[in-house]
Each structure stands twice: as structure tokens, then as C-alpha cells.
């Protein structure tokens, strides 16, 4: 388990606040939401890959995780823009009854999270079943897939953290049960403006924020998978 601090200053410069003031605009508003972004993709990148600094990893890069390659579909090959609806079923389904089977079938550990790039999620979303069908990939995913059959809920999401996430940078599908049971990550100190202070010497105000996060945990190593290749 290993925690860090995100710590960020601003530094207002007097002129500059009397100037926004002038043209009605917040200056402080608009640095702050410069902070909250920043954060927010530090949380992102912390989630997802972990962060190098700290040793630490994520949802998409766990060494624990087990990692399998998909199949290929008759095409010849793994991908998804080259497979049938049934043979991207087959893909989800399989993994989501590997997980179901590495945690002794426990009807509380089947999956029901999956990520996937955006491109293949774009894909599943778009693209009908048949020529003639209203049904999308997506929907006959939904409908069809293990966890629902078996009384449970399946959720497809995409993230930019799995293009090339795989091994020999292929698109990586992740496949986990979004419990904190399972998996978890502490928030400990939410993001706070700490204080701010007069600078004379350089005539501004400078504001401290700080947080204090966790890494992501992954309490049951059976509980998340990869399949690579999609």
C-alpha cells in the first residue's frame, strides 16, 4: 500500500488580479480551475497506469493481473473491427468466465466492469449487428453476456489508458469486479487550498493546495484479467 501527496502552488500577481477585476473576470476562478484539471488528470494517470515516481501501478498495468491473448476470429485475426458480433461475444464471455472461474465461483466475484480503448468502443457502439438490424454490437453485448445471464451487471466503459496497453503495445481489454471488496483507492485528504499568503518581494499571493491519495489496491489478484490483442 503506498500513498502520495499532490501539491500544487499558485502565485497571483497583483497587477494581474487588478486587470480581471477591471474586464469583470475571476483570475483566482480561472487558476483554480487550472489546479482541478491538473489533479484530475493526476488521479487519472494514478488510477489507470499507477505513477513511475512512486512505484506504483493501475486498473491497466497490474503485474498481478492475468494476461491472455484473444483468439482469432475467421478473419484470421484478433482484432475487433475484424470480428463478427458473436466472436466479440465470445471474446467477453470468455473472460468473464475465467474471472468467474478463478474466484471459485463465488456469485459475488464475476466481473462486471470491462475497459476498453476508445476506438473499439466507438466501434461496438456504432456498428449493427447486421446490415438490416437496429441492434448495435454494444447492445447485443449487453444483452447477452455472461455476467447478465447469470443475474448480475456488466458494464462497458472506454479509456485511452488501454490503446497499446497490451503486450507488443497491442489494445488491451481489462476485465474486473468494480467492488471495494476487490479493488479499491483511498482518496485520504481530498484536493484543499491549504492557505495563501502576501509575497512583497514579488508582489502576488501565493496559494498552497495539497492531497493525499492512495495507490490503486487489488485485494484478490483473481479478480482482475487482461486479454490482449482486441
Same mark, same amino acid.
Not at 491519495?213 to 484479467?225: A, D
Given at each position: 500500500y503506498k500513498a502520495h501527496v499532490f501539491a500544487a502552488a499558485l502565485?497571483?500577481?497583483?497587477?494581474? #488580479?487588478? %486587470?480581471?477585476?477591471?474586464? /469583470? %473576470?475571476?483570475?483566482?476562478?480561472?487558476?483554480?480551475? /487550472?489546479? %482541478? #484539471?491538473?489533479? @484530475? !488528470?493526476h488521479m487519472d494517470a494514478n488510477v489507470y497506469v499507477g505513477l513511475t515516481d512512486y512505484g506504483t501501478t493501475g486498473l491497466v498495468n497490474n503485474p498481478d493481473a492475468t494476461e491472455t491473448t484473444a483468439a482469432n476470429g475467421a478473419a484470421g485475426?484478433?482484432?475487433?473491427?475484424? !470480428?463478427?458480433?458473436? =466472436?466479440?461475444? !465470445? *471474446?467477453?464471455?470468455? $473472460?468473464?468466465?475465467? /474471472?468467474?472461474?478463478?474466484? =471459485?465461483?463465488?456469485?459475488?466475484a464475476i466481473p462486471n466492469h470491462i475497459l476498453i480503448p476508445y476506438e473499439q468502443y466507438l466501434y461496438i457502439?456504432?456498428? !449493427?449487428?447486421? @446490415?438490416?438490424?437496429? =441492434?448495435?454490437i454494444y447492445d447485443f453485448l449487453m444483452k447477452n453476456n455472461a455476467a447478465t445471464k447469470a443475474g448480475g451487471d456488466l458494464f462497458i466503459g472506454a479509456t485511452r489508458w488501454c490503446k497499446g496497453a497490451g503486450t507488443g503495445s497491442t489494445d488491451r481489454m481489462?476485465?474486473?469486479?468494480? *467492488?471495494?471488496r476487490?479493488?479499491?483507492? *483511498? =482518496?485520504?485528504?481530498?484536493?484543499? %487550498?491549504?492557505?495563501?499568503?502576501?509575497?512583497? $518581494?514579488?508582489?502576488?499571493?501565493d496559494t498552497a493546495y495539497m492531497s493525499n491519495i492512495s495507490e490503486v489496491q487489488i485485494f484478490y489478484p483473481t479478480s482482475i484479467s487482461y486479454v490482449d490483442g482486441i
Amino acid at each position: 500500500y503506498k500513498a502520495h501527496v499532490f501539491a500544487a502552488a499558485l502565485r497571483v500577481m497583483f497587477q494581474d #488580479m487588478q %486587470r480581471a477585476n477591471y474586464i /469583470g %473576470r475571476s483570475l483566482d476562478n480561472l487558476l483554480q480551475d /487550472g489546479v %482541478r #484539471m491538473a489533479y @484530475d !488528470k493526476h488521479m487519472d494517470a494514478n488510477v489507470y497506469v499507477g505513477l513511475t515516481d512512486y512505484g506504483t501501478t493501475g486498473l491497466v498495468n497490474n503485474p498481478d493481473a492475468t494476461e491472455t491473448t484473444a483468439a482469432n476470429g475467421a478473419a484470421g485475426t484478433a482484432t475487433w473491427a475484424t !470480428k463478427t458480433p458473436e =466472436e466479440i461475444l !465470445k *471474446d467477453v464471455n470468455d $473472460a468473464l468466465a475465467a /474471472g468467474w472461474a478463478a474466484n =471459485e465461483y463465488d456469485e459475488t466475484a464475476i466481473p462486471n466492469h470491462i475497459l476498453i480503448p476508445y476506438e473499439q468502443y466507438l466501434y461496438i457502439m456504432t456498428t !449493427k449487428v447486421t @446490415d438490416l438490424a437496429t =441492434e448495435t454490437i454494444y447492445d447485443f453485448l449487453m444483452k447477452n453476456n455472461a455476467a447478465t445471464k447469470a443475474g448480475g451487471d456488466l458494464f462497458i466503459g472506454a479509456t485511452r489508458w488501454c490503446k497499446g496497453a497490451g503486450t507488443g503495445s497491442t489494445d488491451r481489454m481489462v476485465v474486473y469486479n468494480n *467492488d471495494r471488496r476487490f479493488v479499491k483507492m *483511498d =482518496e485520504l485528504v481530498p484536493l484543499s %487550498r491549504i492557505m495563501s499568503a502576501p509575497n512583497v $518581494a514579488n508582489v502576488c499571493y501565493d496559494t498552497a493546495y495539497m492531497s493525499n491519495i492512495s495507490e490503486v489496491q487489488i485485494f484478490y489478484p483473481t479478480s482482475i484479467s487482461y486479454v490482449d490483442g482486441i
